[in-house]
């Protein structure tokens, strides 16, 4: 049995080191398709339910905040227009360095460090606001994450912690999808894409984890935490990669069904924020 614990341990940190080298290698990429003004994306439409949520909690210290996992620091950025001095922390040296130049270019001074997120450098009850958006999908022990999370916050500090929703429907062909990437019927997809002035597509080499509202709910209650709500966002009537082939579409029935993730089917949402606070 210990020799496939050892295995799984080793498997676990492979998934994990080909997702950093992933959105290492594809650092401006990553920004620019998923935050270029007027794209609407899983990502940007996260980040808009996030900020929303950030905009309801008061701070005493505007420097006692932290987004861990910034990547290119698009959440960075839009808080320091908040006048939140958050401290930024990623995996990635390249997707540090983007955030640099968004907070600077704003004329303030970036707070950056390398960590991860299941290891923080940070003291214990030193924070009031911290926010996570799309690592904990690559973490296969991303509860220990959500304890660290809880140990950093102070009392009555707040968590913001988006993740993919395992129970909607349209991620289900997943597994079809990321087939097709690596086999040759994508060169066609990616020259057609290309043709009409769209990304081409990219296989990944690593499985992101989706969650359910109970299970998150239950490891961020375990971690100590209070679940004030769990909030749902991007519904679309279609699954991937429709999204990506007719982008324009895709976006305009986006927001047609925006109302669905606040009613109660909102479930099949592809994502859910989790807002908890530390009593």
């Not at 904990?136 to 660290?148: C, F, H, K, N, R």
């Not at 971690?223 to 007719?246: M, N, Q, S």
Request: aromatic share 8%; proline share 7%.
């Amino acid at each position: 049995m210990a020799g496939d614990d050892s295995t799984t341990v080793v498997a676990e940190e492979s998934g994990a080191k080909a997702a950093r080298d992933f959105f290492r290698d594809n650092v401006a990429d990553y920004d620019e398709a998923h935050y270029t003004e007027g794209f609407r994306s899983f990502m940007s439409v996260r980040q808009q339910c996030v900020l929303e949520e950030v905009d309801k909690v008061v701070l005493q210290d505007p420097t006692a905040a932290a987004d861990f996992g910034c990547g290119p620091g698009q959440l960075l950025a839009e808080l320091a227009r908040r006048n939140v001095d958050a401290v930024g922390m990623d995996t990635s040296a390249g997707m540090l360095g983007l955030s640099e130049e968004k907070i600077k270019a704003l004329g303030r001074n970036p707070r950056l460090a390398l960590g991860d997120i299941r290891h923080l450098p940070v003291p214990d009850e030193s924070l009031e606001l911290v926010c996570s958006n799309g690592v904990i999908e690559y973490l296969a022990d991303w509860q220990v994450a959500v304890q660290e999370f809880a140990r950093v916050l102070k009392p009555g500090g707040t968590l913001i912690l988006p993740t993919t929703n395992a129970l909607s429907p349209i991620g289900w062909p997943d597994f079809v999808t990321e087939r097709i990437k690596r086999t040759p019927l994508i060169k066609p997809i990616n020259a057609f894409l290309v043709k009409t002035g769209k990304r081409p597509v990219r296989a990944r080499t690593f499985k992101g984890d989706k969650h359910t509202p109970g299970e998150f709910r239950e490891a961020i209650r375990g971690a100590g935490l209070e679940v004030l709500k769990i909030r749902y966002f991007y519904f679309l009537p279609w699954p991937h990669p429709f999204d990506r082939v007719f982008p324009k579409l895709n976006a305009a029935l986006n927001r047609s069904f925006e109302w669905v993730a606040g009613s109660p089917i909102g479930v099949l949402s592809e994502g859910f924020v989790a807002v908890a606070r530390k009593p």
